[in-house]
């Protein structure tokens, strides 16, 4: 059964690549190889696509650029809210998320954008960003009905809370403070800059191939369901 | 008989609005925070596309610092005073990837009379950022943004190409060798142009398999296009070889002629590789077909993300948020691999003495450094002066040598060395005898000496 070995092997070689997103099959002749395999090789792509569902991946791209993983909260190897930072509040918690969801929004916000060629990068300055999400939650609090001083902070719409923390508060050493606004974005983009879906070029952040893939081919969906669950007449 | 000038005013018009972005940054600038009055907006934003077109020939596009490069004499050119040009430069390719609009199409509204008095708008891009196979992020020129820059708005690029080389035939045979090489520059900006309209043909054929009719409409373009090509690189090849001829018998064109040679190379080379292209390109497809095969992309369509889950997300409670934030984690972060504890190491490092601090990572300051050359003081020439000097010496005084030399118009590094020689024969440690000097401590009259008045003596002789 060497055969099945092999492949299992390859398999995983390649799925432990596809984990490193920020290695390049440019630069590595063995994931280059492999990559090449996958697309050939009907077996091997039929093993390592079983092999990463059962890990809880998908896999969204396999091309010049390497392999782009999705993954279901299910997944070992999905980012959890305790490891991105410790001790959240709730609202800080939603306001992160929102963020992830905001940055997608900002740099894709039709389908028609999400849909262009995937190598059409965007780039994106923290303040222009900040100013972006802040007018446009402004706008939405002002037509809410709720009234922002009854009942408790967590019945309040999540526009408000990101509204909250949108002054820049400086630190003594002239640093964002990690609760402001901009302080949470440049975090948010800091852990998707190690997962290698967006890039700091000089003082800006510009989105990736393997971003605008995983946004249009998995996060778009999935956020799109989430909302739509969250919603309380959808129970 | 019905006149078609509506058809003809359309196209042109359309044709005059894709140049309107340019216009429209020229005319805000008054309202932006940087000092632009000087700027030529309009004219940076030609020359970046230039740069960038011209990178397109070379590599898959420019980077920013080539562009900013390029355009930095312009700025300064133009603003003296200027410190950086940077802010001024990345305002410039703003304009064109229409960075304000998040990088979507520039749309413009226009009026269209053919067909009855329509409103529409015509969306193009003139500039996008794309990230390379090796990851490096550049700026490409689109089909339109190419179109501007040629100047070549309203024809076919085809057409454009063949009619261009037919005018370079003709240069080369009556031998106005500079006109053509204005022309086949021209020729190769062509070149350019047709393989971007090709490539981003190929794309969006490629880039949902299902929408295409490929092999009734795709494969007969390829097949068009490898006409054409094959035409370029018949004509391209004729004239490569007709100049090469000229640059063997001749030797008075030759810088022309070998410029000539080099780029009409170039358009050949660029022409092979995109032959190549074409000819893979049913392969590339039925690549994209396997591969569209496995993905899971859900049936539903994609939603607007702005307006479809962002809004409504943004007025819904943090109560109601808090249970799917590690759906949207997972989803949009991508997954991370976590860190296994090993044990073993764990316990080894445990174990291990305290590692020394690790030193401070700071950014070093780059610093533009030059080979160091131990600066020359006196040259052969001084000392043999010097030498001869002091051979004819006969009891003198150090400030008759002086003046004498500054009489013979010495530059002062030799009369330093003068001076240091007979301060080398007082101390007497490493001189060879040839030269006795002593102090009577009268003391020296010398605009630019201090010390004895010395007695110089050949050292045979006695004071």
Partial sequence: MSGLDTLGHDAGRLLGKALQPRLRPALDPEYLALVERFRTDADLRRVTVAVAEGLGLRILDVGATGVVLGCSPESPFAMRVADYRANLTVDQRVASGLLLLALAAYWFPSAEALLDDDEVVQSLDTAAFVAWLVELCTSLAATEARDPAVGTPELRAACRTLLERAETRKTADGRRTASTLAGMVESALEQLEKGGLVRRTGDRWTSTRAYRIQVRELAGHAAFEAVRSAAPDSD | MTTRWEQDLTRRLRTLLRTAPLHQVEAAKGHRALPLADQDLVALALRTLDVIIEAMGLDEGALHAEVALALDPLVRAADPGLEDSAPVVELVIDALTNRSQRGEVFRIPYTDFDGGFVRRELGFHLVREVESEDGRILLRATTEGINLYAGMLDYDVEDAQTAEEAV????????????????ARRARQRSIQYEEKLRSFLRTARRDVRGVDWVGEVLQQIDAALRHLA????????????????????????????????????????????????????????????????????????????RDVLRPALVLSVADLDPVVPALFASFFGPVAPRVLALDQLVSRLLAPARDAAPVDRPLATVELEPLVAPVRFDDADEQQVRD??????????STLLAAARAEGAPPRTERLLALEVLRAYDGADTDGTLVVASDGERLHDP????????????????
């Avoid at chain 2, 035939?169 to 053509?180: C, F, I, M, N």
């Fill in chain 2, 168 to 183: 370079l035939r003709a240069q080369v045979e009556r031998g106005r060798l500079s006109q053509a090489v204005d022309t």
């Fill in chain 2, 231 to 306: 035409e370029r690189l018949h004509v391209e090849r004729d004239l490569r070889t007709q100049v090469q001829r000229r640059l063997d018998e001749t030797e008075v064109e030759a810088p022309e002629l070998a410029e000539l040679a080099s780029v009409l190379d170039d358009c050949v080379t660029r022409h092979l590789r995109l032959q190549q292209n074409l000819i893979g390109a049913n392969q590339a497809w039925l690549d994209a077909q396997a591969r569209q095969s496995f993905r899971p992309r859900a049936a539903l369509p994609l939603a607007d993300l702005e």
């Fill in chain 2, 389 to 398: 000097w002091l051979d004819a010496a006969r009891a003198v005084r150090l």
């Fill in chain 2, 448 to 463: 630019r000496f201090e010390g004895d008045d010395l007695w110089v003596n050949p050292g045979s002789e006695g004071p």
